[in-house]
Protein backbone atom coordinates (compact mmCIF):
# COMPACT_ATOMS: atom_id res chain seq x y z
CA UNK A 1 0.00 0.00 0.00
CA UNK A 2 1.21 3.74 -0.48
CA UNK A 3 3.83 5.34 1.91
CA UNK A 4 2.55 7.95 4.09
CA UNK A 5 2.30 11.69 3.07
CA UNK A 6 2.10 10.69 -0.94
CA UNK A 7 -1.24 10.77 -1.53
CA UNK A 8 -2.55 13.93 -3.34
CA UNK A 9 -5.79 16.18 -3.04
CA UNK A 10 -8.13 15.76 -5.46
CA UNK A 11 -11.32 17.49 -4.49
CA UNK A 12 -14.53 16.21 -6.26
CA UNK A 13 -13.18 12.50 -5.77
CA UNK A 14 -15.25 10.60 -3.64
CA UNK A 15 -14.49 6.60 -2.52
CA UNK A 16 -15.60 4.32 -5.08
CA UNK A 17 -19.44 3.08 -4.23
CA UNK A 18 -18.31 0.28 -6.16
CA UNK A 19 -16.18 -0.51 -2.70
CA UNK A 20 -19.14 -0.51 -0.40
CA UNK A 21 -19.98 -4.02 -2.09
CA UNK A 22 -18.65 -6.92 -0.40
CA UNK A 23 -15.32 -7.86 -0.52
CA UNK A 24 -15.48 -10.60 -2.85
CA UNK A 25 -16.33 -8.41 -5.62
CA UNK A 26 -12.87 -6.45 -5.82
CA UNK A 27 -9.71 -6.95 -4.76
CA UNK A 28 -7.87 -3.35 -2.83
CA UNK A 29 -4.69 -2.40 -3.64
CA UNK A 30 -2.93 0.77 -4.95
CA UNK A 31 -1.69 1.10 -8.38
CA UNK A 32 2.14 0.50 -9.07
CA UNK A 33 4.15 3.78 -9.65
CA UNK A 34 5.64 5.07 -13.13
CA UNK A 35 9.18 5.48 -12.97
CA UNK A 36 8.84 9.33 -14.74
CA UNK A 37 5.46 9.96 -15.57
CA UNK A 38 4.86 12.72 -18.04
CA UNK A 39 1.25 14.27 -18.86
CA UNK A 40 0.37 13.65 -22.50
CA UNK A 41 -3.11 15.50 -22.16
CA UNK A 42 -5.55 16.56 -19.94
CA UNK A 43 -9.01 16.46 -20.67
CA UNK A 44 -9.51 19.84 -19.17
CA UNK A 45 -12.94 20.17 -20.01
CA UNK A 46 -14.28 16.80 -19.28
CA UNK A 47 -12.52 17.45 -15.47
CA UNK A 48 -14.57 20.59 -15.04
CA UNK A 49 -17.82 18.83 -16.32
CA UNK A 50 -16.72 15.85 -13.48
CA UNK A 51 -16.13 18.80 -10.69
CA UNK A 52 -12.26 17.66 -10.50
CA UNK A 53 -9.85 19.72 -8.82
CA UNK A 54 -7.35 19.16 -11.65
CA UNK A 55 -6.61 22.82 -12.45
CA UNK A 56 -5.69 23.02 -8.68
CA UNK A 57 -2.54 20.77 -9.67
CA UNK A 58 0.73 21.31 -11.46
CA UNK A 59 1.22 19.39 -14.31
CA UNK A 60 3.83 17.20 -12.61
CA UNK A 61 1.11 16.27 -9.97
CA UNK A 62 -1.16 15.90 -12.74
CA UNK A 63 1.97 13.19 -14.21
CA UNK A 64 1.79 11.62 -11.33
CA UNK A 65 -1.74 11.34 -9.91
CA UNK A 66 -3.11 9.76 -13.51
CA UNK A 67 0.04 7.56 -13.71
CA UNK A 68 -0.59 5.85 -10.48
CA UNK A 69 2.88 7.19 -8.85
CA UNK A 70 0.42 9.24 -6.56
CA UNK A 71 -3.03 8.18 -5.07
CA UNK A 72 -6.28 10.57 -4.51
CA UNK A 73 -6.52 11.49 -1.05
CA UNK A 74 -9.60 9.32 1.17
CA UNK A 75 -10.06 6.89 -1.92
CA UNK A 76 -9.18 3.14 -1.77
CA UNK A 77 -8.69 2.02 -5.27
CA UNK A 78 -9.95 -1.53 -6.15
CA UNK A 79 -9.51 -3.46 -9.22
CA UNK A 80 -13.11 -5.31 -9.93
CA UNK A 81 -13.98 -8.97 -10.26
CA UNK A 82 -15.81 -10.19 -13.81
CA UNK A 83 -15.52 -13.29 -16.10
CA UNK A 84 -16.63 -13.41 -19.66
CA UNK A 85 -17.37 -15.42 -23.13
CA UNK A 86 -14.19 -14.36 -25.10
CA UNK A 87 -15.08 -15.22 -28.90
CA UNK A 88 -18.11 -17.57 -27.29
CA UNK A 89 -15.87 -19.52 -25.13
CA UNK A 90 -16.85 -18.80 -21.25
CA UNK A 91 -13.74 -17.55 -18.69
CA UNK A 92 -14.75 -18.24 -15.39
CA UNK A 93 -12.63 -15.23 -14.14
CA UNK A 94 -11.43 -12.74 -15.91
CA UNK A 95 -11.10 -9.30 -13.84
CA UNK A 96 -9.51 -5.64 -13.96
CA UNK A 97 -6.09 -7.46 -14.51
CA UNK A 98 -4.43 -3.86 -15.51
CA UNK A 99 -6.85 -1.56 -14.55
CA UNK A 100 -7.78 0.37 -10.71
CA UNK A 101 -11.01 1.99 -10.01
CA UNK A 102 -9.95 5.07 -7.99
CA UNK A 103 -13.19 6.49 -6.80
CA UNK A 104 -16.33 8.44 -8.05
CA UNK A 105 -17.18 11.88 -9.80
CA UNK A 106 -20.21 13.20 -9.53
CA UNK A 107 -21.05 14.77 -12.80
CA UNK A 108 -24.38 16.73 -13.86
CA UNK A 109 -27.03 16.58 -11.79
CA UNK A 110 -24.54 14.71 -8.97
CA UNK A 111 -24.53 11.41 -11.44
CA UNK A 112 -21.79 9.88 -10.18
CA UNK A 113 -18.85 8.27 -12.43
CA UNK A 114 -16.33 5.89 -12.18
CA UNK A 115 -12.63 7.39 -12.68
CA UNK A 116 -9.95 4.47 -13.24
CA UNK A 117 -6.83 4.28 -14.52
CA UNK A 118 -5.91 1.66 -17.34
CA UNK A 119 -2.54 0.49 -17.64
CA UNK A 120 -1.43 0.97 -14.03
CA UNK A 121 0.07 -2.21 -13.45
CA UNK A 122 -0.48 -5.97 -11.93
CA UNK A 123 -3.37 -6.63 -10.07
CA UNK A 124 -4.64 -10.25 -8.73
CA UNK A 125 -6.87 -10.82 -12.08
CA UNK A 126 -3.34 -9.92 -14.69
CA UNK A 127 -3.36 -13.85 -15.51
CA UNK A 128 0.55 -13.69 -16.15
CA UNK A 129 0.12 -10.39 -17.67
CA UNK A 130 2.31 -7.05 -16.80
CA UNK A 131 -0.65 -4.86 -16.03
CA UNK A 132 1.17 -2.20 -18.24
CA UNK A 133 -0.11 -0.33 -21.40
CA UNK A 134 1.47 1.04 -24.33
CA UNK A 135 1.23 4.57 -25.97
CA UNK A 136 -0.29 3.44 -29.05
CA UNK A 137 -3.68 1.74 -27.62
CA UNK A 138 -3.67 4.52 -25.15
CA UNK A 139 -3.66 7.24 -27.89
CA UNK A 140 -6.44 5.19 -29.86
CA UNK A 141 -8.63 4.82 -27.24
CA UNK A 142 -8.22 8.34 -26.03
CA UNK A 143 -9.08 9.39 -29.70
CA UNK A 144 -11.73 7.04 -30.44
CA UNK A 145 -13.71 7.19 -27.04
CA UNK A 146 -13.95 10.96 -26.96
CA UNK A 147 -14.75 11.17 -30.78
CA UNK A 148 -17.62 8.42 -30.05
CA UNK A 149 -19.13 11.42 -27.74
CA UNK A 150 -18.76 14.26 -30.00
CA UNK A 151 -20.73 11.70 -32.30
CA UNK A 152 -23.12 11.23 -29.80
CA UNK A 153 -22.76 7.86 -28.75
CA UNK A 154 -22.78 6.84 -25.32
CA UNK A 155 -19.32 5.87 -24.64
CA UNK A 156 -16.22 5.59 -21.54
CA UNK A 157 -15.08 8.46 -21.75
CA UNK A 158 -10.81 9.48 -21.21
CA UNK A 159 -9.97 11.96 -18.76
CA UNK A 160 -6.21 11.83 -18.99
CA UNK A 161 -3.36 10.17 -20.94
CA UNK A 162 0.61 10.20 -19.18
CA UNK A 163 3.90 8.33 -20.56
CA UNK A 164 5.24 6.64 -17.66
CA UNK A 165 8.98 6.68 -18.79
CA UNK A 166 9.44 3.43 -18.72
CA UNK A 167 9.27 0.71 -21.67
CA UNK A 168 6.74 -2.34 -22.33
CA UNK A 169 7.34 -5.44 -23.78
CA UNK A 170 5.05 -6.70 -26.64
CA UNK A 171 6.88 -8.27 -29.48
CA UNK A 172 9.27 -5.55 -29.25
CA UNK A 173 9.42 -2.60 -26.93
CA UNK A 174 7.53 0.48 -26.60
CA UNK A 175 7.08 3.27 -24.25
CA UNK A 176 4.70 2.76 -21.86
CA UNK A 177 1.72 4.69 -20.81
CA UNK A 178 -1.60 5.26 -18.36
CA UNK A 179 -4.79 5.98 -19.62
CA UNK A 180 -7.03 7.50 -17.25
CA UNK A 181 -11.03 6.12 -18.11
CA UNK A 182 -14.32 7.51 -17.05
CA UNK A 183 -17.53 5.49 -17.35
CA UNK A 184 -20.95 5.44 -15.59
CA UNK A 185 -19.83 2.02 -14.30
CA UNK A 186 -17.94 -0.56 -15.16
CA UNK A 187 -20.03 -3.05 -14.47
CA UNK A 188 -20.63 -5.78 -17.27
CA UNK A 189 -22.57 -8.41 -18.24
CA UNK A 190 -18.87 -10.69 -17.28
CA UNK A 191 -19.57 -9.56 -13.95
CA UNK A 192 -22.68 -10.99 -13.42
CA UNK A 193 -21.49 -14.24 -15.05
CA UNK A 194 -18.51 -14.47 -12.12
CA UNK A 195 -21.12 -14.58 -9.85
CA UNK A 196 -23.65 -16.73 -11.69
CA UNK A 197 -20.62 -19.25 -12.43
CA UNK A 198 -20.06 -19.33 -8.85
CA UNK A 199 -23.48 -20.00 -7.73
CA UNK A 200 -23.61 -16.92 -6.01
CA UNK A 201 -27.39 -16.23 -6.05
CA UNK A 202 -26.63 -13.19 -3.46
CA UNK A 203 -23.58 -11.84 -5.14
CA UNK A 204 -26.05 -11.41 -8.34
CA UNK A 205 -28.24 -10.13 -6.24
CA UNK A 206 -26.53 -7.63 -4.63
CA UNK A 207 -24.91 -6.86 -8.30
CA UNK A 208 -28.04 -5.90 -9.93
CA UNK A 209 -29.34 -4.06 -6.79
CA UNK A 210 -26.00 -1.82 -7.63
CA UNK A 211 -26.89 -1.54 -10.93
CA UNK A 212 -30.28 -0.12 -10.95
CA UNK A 213 -29.61 2.33 -8.26
CA UNK A 214 -26.80 3.71 -10.27
CA UNK A 215 -28.24 3.18 -13.69
CA UNK A 216 -32.63 2.34 -13.80
CA UNK A 217 -33.27 3.99 -10.45
CA UNK A 218 -36.45 4.45 -12.01
CA UNK A 219 -37.10 0.45 -11.86
CA UNK A 220 -36.42 0.06 -8.29
CA UNK A 221 -40.30 -0.36 -6.94
CA UNK A 222 -40.93 -2.45 -9.65
CA UNK A 223 -42.62 -6.34 -8.71
CA UNK A 224 -39.89 -8.43 -10.60
CA UNK A 225 -36.83 -5.75 -10.85
CA UNK A 226 -34.49 -8.16 -12.09
CA UNK A 227 -36.46 -8.68 -15.00
CA UNK A 228 -36.51 -4.58 -15.44
CA UNK A 229 -33.11 -4.48 -15.00
CA UNK A 230 -32.80 -6.87 -18.13
CA UNK A 231 -34.96 -5.32 -20.27
CA UNK A 232 -33.84 -1.82 -19.55
CA UNK A 233 -30.20 -3.09 -20.82
CA UNK A 234 -31.35 -4.34 -23.88
CA UNK A 235 -33.25 -1.46 -24.47
CA UNK A 236 -30.01 0.10 -23.81
CA UNK A 237 -27.68 -2.03 -26.21
CA UNK A 238 -30.10 -1.86 -28.81
CA UNK A 239 -30.17 1.73 -28.99
CA UNK A 240 -26.26 1.60 -28.79
CA UNK A 241 -25.62 -0.75 -31.31
CA UNK A 242 -27.59 0.95 -33.83
CA UNK A 243 -25.68 4.16 -33.25
CA UNK A 244 -22.89 2.01 -34.20
CA UNK A 245 -23.96 0.51 -37.24
CA UNK A 246 -25.06 4.28 -38.60
CA UNK A 247 -21.60 5.29 -37.97
CA UNK A 248 -19.86 2.56 -39.72
CA UNK A 249 -17.80 1.36 -35.93
CA UNK A 250 -16.85 -1.97 -35.70
CA UNK A 251 -15.98 -2.65 -32.24
CA UNK A 252 -13.99 -5.70 -33.07
CA UNK A 253 -14.10 -8.00 -29.68
CA UNK A 254 -18.22 -7.89 -28.14
CA UNK A 255 -16.85 -10.23 -25.86
CA UNK A 256 -19.81 -10.45 -22.55
CA UNK A 257 -17.00 -8.85 -20.42
CA UNK A 258 -17.06 -5.67 -23.28
CA UNK A 259 -20.65 -5.20 -22.54
CA UNK A 260 -21.44 -2.58 -19.96
CA UNK A 261 -24.94 -2.80 -18.31
CA UNK A 262 -24.84 0.91 -18.59
CA UNK A 263 -25.09 0.86 -22.60
CA UNK A 264 -21.79 2.64 -23.22
CA UNK A 265 -19.25 1.33 -25.39
CA UNK A 266 -16.59 0.03 -23.39
CA UNK A 267 -12.84 -0.97 -25.06
CA UNK A 268 -11.47 0.11 -27.78
CA UNK A 269 -8.88 -2.55 -28.12
CA UNK A 270 -9.37 -3.78 -32.11
CA UNK A 271 -12.08 -0.75 -33.14
CA UNK A 272 -12.16 0.72 -36.64
CA UNK A 273 -14.51 2.67 -38.51
CA UNK A 274 -14.97 1.26 -41.93
CA UNK A 275 -13.68 3.67 -44.46
CA UNK A 276 -15.51 1.69 -47.43
CA UNK A 277 -18.75 -0.18 -47.39
CA UNK A 278 -18.23 -4.29 -46.70
CA UNK A 279 -20.84 -5.21 -44.19
CA UNK A 280 -18.63 -8.49 -43.30
CA UNK A 281 -15.51 -6.12 -42.84
CA UNK A 282 -13.59 -7.26 -40.09
CA UNK A 283 -10.31 -5.39 -38.39
CA UNK A 284 -9.27 -7.83 -35.63
CA UNK A 285 -6.36 -9.53 -35.40
CA UNK A 286 -8.08 -12.17 -32.99
CA UNK A 287 -11.26 -12.61 -35.32
CA UNK A 288 -10.57 -14.98 -37.74
CA UNK A 289 -14.03 -16.07 -38.37
CA UNK A 290 -15.62 -12.57 -38.51
CA UNK A 291 -17.40 -13.55 -35.84
CA UNK A 292 -17.78 -9.92 -34.53
CA UNK A 293 -17.75 -8.57 -38.01
CA UNK A 294 -19.63 -5.13 -38.50
CA UNK A 295 -22.97 -7.10 -39.50
CA UNK A 296 -22.91 -9.65 -36.82
CA UNK A 297 -22.66 -6.85 -34.37
CA UNK A 298 -26.69 -6.82 -33.63
CA UNK A 299 -26.46 -10.12 -33.48
CA UNK A 300 -23.58 -10.71 -30.99
CA UNK A 301 -25.35 -8.05 -28.87
CA UNK A 302 -28.22 -10.14 -28.77
CA UNK A 303 -26.74 -13.42 -27.53
CA UNK A 304 -24.72 -11.30 -25.14
CA UNK A 305 -28.08 -10.62 -23.57
CA UNK A 306 -29.30 -13.73 -23.45
CA UNK A 307 -25.90 -14.56 -21.54
CA UNK A 308 -26.81 -11.86 -19.07
CA UNK A 309 -30.22 -12.96 -19.15
CA UNK A 310 -29.01 -16.64 -17.48
CA UNK A 311 -27.50 -15.10 -14.53
CA UNK A 312 -30.71 -12.94 -13.71
CA UNK A 313 -32.91 -16.36 -14.16
CA UNK A 314 -33.18 -17.40 -10.20
CA UNK A 315 -33.82 -13.61 -9.68
CA UNK A 316 -36.54 -13.54 -11.36
CA UNK A 317 -38.90 -16.34 -10.79
CA UNK A 318 -37.81 -19.10 -8.56
CA UNK A 319 -39.91 -21.42 -11.09
CA UNK A 320 -37.35 -21.35 -13.62
CA UNK A 321 -39.90 -22.54 -16.76
CA UNK A 322 -41.48 -19.12 -15.32
CA UNK A 323 -38.45 -17.26 -15.60
CA UNK A 324 -37.35 -18.31 -18.94
CA UNK A 325 -40.34 -17.25 -20.10
CA UNK A 326 -40.60 -13.76 -18.83
CA UNK A 327 -36.65 -13.12 -19.56
CA UNK A 328 -37.14 -14.89 -23.24
CA UNK A 329 -40.49 -12.10 -23.60
CA UNK A 330 -37.95 -9.47 -22.65
CA UNK A 331 -35.01 -10.53 -24.99
CA UNK A 332 -37.59 -10.73 -28.29
CA UNK A 333 -37.55 -7.03 -27.67
CA UNK A 334 -34.28 -6.53 -28.96
CA UNK A 335 -34.55 -7.18 -32.57
CA UNK A 336 -37.76 -4.95 -33.21
CA UNK A 337 -36.31 -2.11 -30.84
CA UNK A 338 -32.83 -2.68 -33.21
CA UNK A 339 -34.39 -2.49 -36.36
CA UNK A 340 -36.94 0.34 -35.95
CA UNK A 341 -33.73 2.77 -34.40
CA UNK A 342 -31.53 1.63 -37.15
CA UNK A 343 -34.18 2.57 -39.87
CA UNK A 344 -34.83 5.95 -38.60
CA UNK A 345 -31.62 7.32 -37.89
CA UNK A 346 -30.81 5.75 -41.72
CA UNK A 347 -33.80 7.59 -42.65
CA UNK A 348 -32.72 10.60 -41.18
CA UNK A 349 -28.79 10.20 -42.40
CA UNK A 350 -30.70 10.44 -46.24
CA UNK A 351 -32.76 13.06 -45.16
CA UNK A 352 -36.49 11.86 -44.73
CA UNK A 353 -37.88 13.16 -41.66
CA UNK A 354 -41.44 13.07 -42.58
CA UNK A 355 -43.94 9.98 -42.11
CA UNK A 356 -42.16 6.44 -42.96
CA UNK A 357 -43.41 4.91 -46.15
CA UNK A 358 -43.00 0.77 -46.56
CA UNK A 359 -40.14 1.50 -49.33
CA UNK A 360 -37.72 3.37 -47.04
CA UNK A 361 -35.74 0.22 -45.61
CA UNK A 362 -35.70 -1.21 -49.13
CA UNK A 363 -34.21 2.14 -50.19
CA UNK A 364 -31.68 2.34 -47.33
CA UNK A 365 -30.54 -1.17 -48.29
CA UNK A 366 -30.24 -0.35 -52.03
CA UNK A 367 -27.97 2.49 -51.08
CA UNK A 368 -25.80 0.05 -48.76
CA UNK A 369 -25.67 -2.63 -51.54
CA UNK A 370 -24.69 0.10 -54.25
CA UNK A 371 -21.93 1.30 -51.43
CA UNK A 372 -20.82 -2.20 -50.93
CA UNK A 373 -20.93 -2.94 -54.91
CA UNK A 374 -18.69 0.34 -55.26
CA UNK A 375 -16.35 -0.02 -52.56
CA UNK A 376 -17.70 3.36 -51.82
CA UNK A 377 -16.65 5.43 -48.27
CA UNK A 378 -19.21 4.87 -45.94
CA UNK A 379 -18.65 8.42 -44.51
CA UNK A 380 -18.44 10.24 -47.22
CA UNK A 381 -21.54 9.06 -49.27
CA UNK A 382 -23.56 10.10 -46.42
CA UNK A 383 -21.73 13.19 -46.14
CA UNK A 384 -21.71 13.79 -49.94
CA UNK A 385 -25.56 13.27 -50.00
CA UNK A 386 -25.66 16.26 -47.74
CA UNK A 387 -25.16 18.89 -49.40
CA UNK A 388 -28.32 19.95 -50.15
CA UNK A 389 -29.58 16.87 -50.65
CA UNK A 390 -29.20 16.76 -54.02
CA UNK A 391 -26.15 13.89 -53.88
CA UNK A 392 -24.35 15.88 -56.82
CA UNK A 393 -20.60 15.03 -57.14
CA UNK A 394 -20.30 12.12 -55.29
CA UNK A 395 -20.58 9.55 -57.64
CA UNK A 396 -16.53 9.36 -58.14
CA UNK A 397 -16.57 7.72 -54.72
CA UNK A 398 -18.12 4.96 -56.37
CA UNK A 399 -15.62 2.51 -58.52
CA UNK A 400 -18.52 1.17 -60.23
CA UNK A 401 -21.45 4.26 -60.01
CA UNK A 402 -23.93 2.54 -62.09
CA UNK A 403 -26.00 0.97 -58.79
CA UNK A 404 -25.44 4.02 -57.00
CA UNK A 405 -26.80 6.35 -60.01
CA UNK A 406 -29.97 4.29 -60.56
CA UNK A 407 -30.52 4.99 -56.74
CA UNK A 408 -30.02 8.45 -57.02
CA UNK A 409 -33.32 8.37 -58.62
CA UNK A 410 -35.18 6.01 -57.06
CA UNK A 411 -34.01 8.88 -53.48
CA UNK A 412 -34.79 12.09 -54.95
CA UNK A 413 -38.56 10.53 -56.08
CA UNK A 414 -38.61 9.35 -52.23
CA UNK A 415 -37.23 12.76 -51.28
CA UNK A 416 -40.54 14.59 -53.59
CA UNK A 417 -42.79 13.49 -50.90
CA UNK A 418 -40.94 14.60 -48.02
CA UNK A 419 -42.31 17.89 -46.34
CA UNK A 420 -38.52 19.14 -45.86
CA UNK A 421 -37.23 21.79 -47.87
CA UNK A 422 -33.91 21.17 -49.35
CA UNK A 423 -31.95 23.52 -47.55
CA UNK A 424 -33.03 22.25 -43.99
CA UNK A 425 -32.78 18.97 -45.39
CA UNK A 426 -29.09 19.42 -45.95
CA UNK A 427 -28.84 21.05 -42.28
CA UNK A 428 -30.67 18.18 -40.40
CA UNK A 429 -28.56 15.71 -42.74
CA UNK A 430 -25.12 17.65 -42.00
CA UNK A 431 -26.14 17.28 -38.42
CA UNK A 432 -25.86 13.03 -38.47
CA UNK A 433 -23.84 12.52 -41.58
CA UNK A 434 -20.12 13.46 -39.46
CA UNK A 435 -17.55 14.78 -41.95
CA UNK A 436 -14.35 13.62 -39.59
CA UNK A 437 -14.04 9.95 -38.16
CA UNK A 438 -10.97 8.47 -35.99
CA UNK A 439 -10.05 6.83 -39.29
CA UNK A 440 -7.26 3.72 -39.09
CA UNK A 441 -4.74 5.15 -40.97
CA UNK A 442 -4.78 8.37 -39.07
CA UNK A 443 -4.58 6.71 -35.73
CA UNK A 444 -1.66 4.73 -37.04
CA UNK A 445 0.24 8.12 -38.33
CA UNK A 446 -0.58 9.43 -34.45
CA UNK A 447 1.03 6.37 -32.78
CA UNK A 448 4.23 6.43 -35.27
CA UNK A 449 4.61 9.68 -34.44
CA UNK A 450 4.29 9.51 -30.91
CA UNK A 451 6.43 5.93 -30.63
CA UNK A 452 9.12 6.85 -33.15
CA UNK A 453 9.73 10.31 -32.47
CA UNK A 454 7.81 11.38 -29.36
CA UNK A 455 5.87 13.92 -31.31
CA UNK A 456 2.43 14.19 -29.87
CA UNK A 457 2.04 17.13 -32.08
CA UNK A 458 -0.48 14.81 -34.33
CA UNK A 459 -2.47 13.59 -32.10
CA UNK A 460 -3.41 16.92 -30.64
CA UNK A 461 -4.61 17.70 -34.14
CA UNK A 462 -6.58 15.11 -34.46
CA UNK A 463 -8.04 15.49 -31.14
CA UNK A 464 -9.01 18.53 -32.03
CA UNK A 465 -10.31 17.50 -35.34
CA UNK A 466 -12.80 14.42 -33.64
CA UNK A 467 -14.17 17.15 -31.24
CA UNK A 468 -16.19 18.70 -33.23
CA UNK A 469 -17.03 15.77 -36.46
CA UNK A 470 -20.14 17.31 -37.68
CA UNK A 471 -18.78 20.71 -38.44
CA UNK A 472 -16.27 20.94 -42.19
CA UNK A 473 -13.72 23.42 -40.92
CA UNK A 474 -11.14 24.82 -43.45
CA UNK A 475 -7.57 23.41 -43.09
CA UNK A 476 -8.67 19.88 -41.99
CA UNK A 477 -9.37 18.14 -44.85
CA UNK A 478 -7.13 15.37 -44.69
CA UNK A 479 -9.15 13.99 -41.71
CA UNK A 480 -11.99 13.86 -43.51
CA UNK A 481 -10.28 11.43 -46.92
CA UNK A 482 -10.14 7.63 -47.03
CA UNK A 483 -6.73 6.26 -47.29
CA UNK A 484 -5.09 5.37 -50.29
CA UNK A 485 -4.83 2.06 -51.12
CA UNK A 486 -1.29 2.10 -49.35
CA UNK A 487 -2.45 3.49 -46.40
CA UNK A 488 -5.06 1.26 -45.94
CA UNK A 489 -5.60 -0.43 -42.46
CA UNK A 490 -6.40 -4.49 -42.06
CA UNK A 491 -5.41 -5.16 -38.79
CA UNK A 492 -6.03 -3.74 -35.57
CA UNK A 493 -5.05 -5.20 -32.41
CA UNK A 494 -6.22 -5.38 -28.45
CA UNK A 495 -2.30 -3.51 -27.32
CA UNK A 496 -2.66 -6.38 -24.31
Known amino acids: MRSAGKCVQLDGLHPAAYGALPERFYARLDPAPAANPR ?50 GFVPQLGDGRAILLGD ?5 GRPYDVQLKGSGRTPYSRGGDGRAAVGPVLREFLVSEAMHALGIPSTRTLAAVTTGESVYREVPLPGAVLTRVAASHVRVGTFQYFAARGDVDG ?29 VTRAQAG ?67 RFAETLLPLIDADTDRAVALASEVLEEFGPRYSELLVEGM ?14 GALIEALLDAMHAGEADFTLTFRGLSELGVGAGIGGLFANAAGFEAWLERWRARLARDPTSPAERADRMRAVNPVYIPR ?14 GDFAPFEAMAAALARPYEERAGLEKYAQPPSRAERVTKTFCGT
Open 39 to 88: LIKLNEALARELGLGTDALSAEEQARLFSGSAVPCGVQPLAAAYAGHQFG
Open 105 to 109: ALGGG
Open 204 to 232: VRTLADYAIARHYPEIQGAARPQLELLRA
Open 240 to 306: LIARWMRVGFIHGVMNTDNMAVSGETIDFGPCAFMDEFDPLKVFSSIDSHGRYAYANQPHVAAWNLT
Open 347 to 360: RAKIGLAGSREDED
Open 440 to 453: NHRIEQVITAAVEH
